[in-house]
């Protein structure tokens, strides 16, 4: 949704609300499990956060808060929305004069060891793409705590590509944008963590 002025509160609550139900714009939901479907840009982003129990345990915790979005020019609308399944919010960029809110519903959440020797611990989830969003894709936000050497890494991966033609009229643009994320999503998540 494009808007000339800062929505309400109660303009972002009704936003959400209609999406609730509402299906995503992308099938199928749940692919950044394995790998992107065919026809979508992928982004793979990482960032070592430290080593140790501990570290993971803050990384864990930085999730759970939101941290990732807490970079200055992005407002999650609600950050404290619990990370469940079929979760519903809303991200909101101004741009250009203008005030975008896309809407995403939490697809699914990681919590445990990974799919190969139990080698890694993961926490984390992934949002997908609601019809009222200017894209069509899904992000996972994912910590994992490698055992092997200790190491506790954000990762962050993503497929996309424009739905709304305002996105796609401005792909470049928004390509610039989807990099700026990724990358203030690391040095927030880090910044989160700390040492």
Known sequence: MLTLRPPSAGD???????????????????????????????????????????TF??????VRRWEMFNIGWVTLCWPNV????????????????LWLLNACRIVYVLDGDGPSDGNIRRFGFAY??????????????????RRDDGSVWYDLFAFSRP???LAR???????????????????????????
Not at 22 to 43: K, L
Not at 82 to 92: G, K
Not at 128 to 145: A, I, K, N, Q, Y
Not at 176 to 192: E, N, P
């Open 57 to 62: 345990a803050r990384a864990v915790d930085a």
């Open 163 to 165: 739905r709304h033609p």
């Open 12 to 54: 972002i609550a009704a936003f959400v609300g209609r999406q609730q139900t509402a299906p995503f714009s992308y099938t199928p939901a749940g692919a950044t499990c394995d790998r992107a479907p065919h026809g979508y840009v992928v982004d793979h982003n990482r960032v070592k956060l430290g080593a140790g129990e501990r």
């Open 128 to 145: 997908g793409t609601l019809p009222d969003h200017m894209e069509s894709g899904e992000e996972r936000f994912s910590v994992e705590w």
């Open 82 to 97: 619990p990370i469940e399944a079929d979760r519903t919010v809303a991200i909101l960029i101004p741009l250009f004069g």
């Open 169 to 195: 009229l401005g792909g470049p643009y928004s390509r610039v944008l989807q990099r700026r994320f990724a990358r203030d999503s690391l040095r927030a998540m880090a910044r989160g963590v700390g040492p």
